[in-house]
């Protein structure tokens, strides 16, 4: 069982940035993906980003796209997204989830292919 506990949200400004951490209790190295995954009041959940393989592959959500950027550190067992130039259509509940099944880059769009969740960290954006 992996349990991943996220962290960094917070009430930020139009055009900030922000920092999100996830932090595994298994080695992350023994995942094969890491992602972000955010819901807005509403909304469904939605694909932000993804790192995946031996290879560090990234995909990002079009609307992310350079102004968000996914990190792992194995050493650390934590998976982050650095967050640029934020927008009020940002604000959502971000989470994080592991996948330990070993798939093409773009099925990690799909939240249906992660096995674990963390909690989630709210990330508000004021205009």
Known sequence: QVQLVESGGGLVQTGDSLRLSCAGSVHTASTNA???FRQAPGNERE???????RIRGTIYAGSVKGRFTILR???KNTVYLQMNSLKPEDTAVYYCAASTRTNTGNTYTHASNYDYWG?????????
């Open 47 to 53: 694909f932000v980003a993804a790192i995946f393989g």
């Open 34 to 36: 890491l992602g972000w």
């Open 73 to 75: 550190d194995d050493d």
């Open 119 to 127: 909690q989630g960290t709210q990330v508000t954006v004021s205009s």
